[in-house]
């Protein structure tokens, strides 16, 4: 029932992950010139590229078989990253908005929802991928704040 239930999702998963490379140059190119990430312009563009392409390829295995303290310590290490490049968190924090966007509108364009079932799978699809972006928010700031704290002395 499980895999079952999760046909349409691993379907969608595997078109996303196919189309990694120019989704990831898509997403980069938009972090390059959105006004909320006017810092990314400064960016090594291959680290950048790694980044994004990470999420890419690696969706599912991130959504169904990574553990919350895996996805946790991954982005931890994101926000101490981009606070050693001085970043600002706010554009951090669009960043991972921009790179969802894209995720979504890829995944709009596959429309590969035929029945109800298929739309209540792009439904249950969709919450996942909100439920790990909220997980990524919070744990980037998370290892940003860690960073910006005063050490003791």
């Known amino acids: 029932m499980l895999r079952e239930s999760n046909y349409l999702s691993g379907r969608l998963i595997s078109v996303v992950e196919a189309h990694a490379d120019r989704l990831t140059r898509d997403t980069v190119n938009k972090l390059q010139t959105s006004e909320h990430t006017p810092s990314y312009r400064r960016l090594p563009a291959g680290e950048l590229y790694s980044r994004v392409n990470d999420v890419y390829q690696n969706l599912g295995r991130w959504l169904w078989e990574k553990t919350d303290a895996f996805i946790q310590s991954w982005h931890i290490e994101l926000g101490k990253r981009r ?8 554009e951090v924090l669009w960043a991972l908005t921009l790179t969802k966007q894209q995720l979504i509108q890829e995944l709009d364009s596959c429309a590969m929802a035929d029945s109800a079932l298929d739309l209540y799978r792009r439904q249950e699809l969709d919450r996942l991928i909100g439920h790990f972006f909220d997980r990524a928010v919070c744990s980037t700031a998370a290892g940003y704040e860690r960073s910006s704290a005063p050490r003791p002395s």
């Open 83 to 90: 606070f050693a490049e001085g970043i600002p968190l706010s």
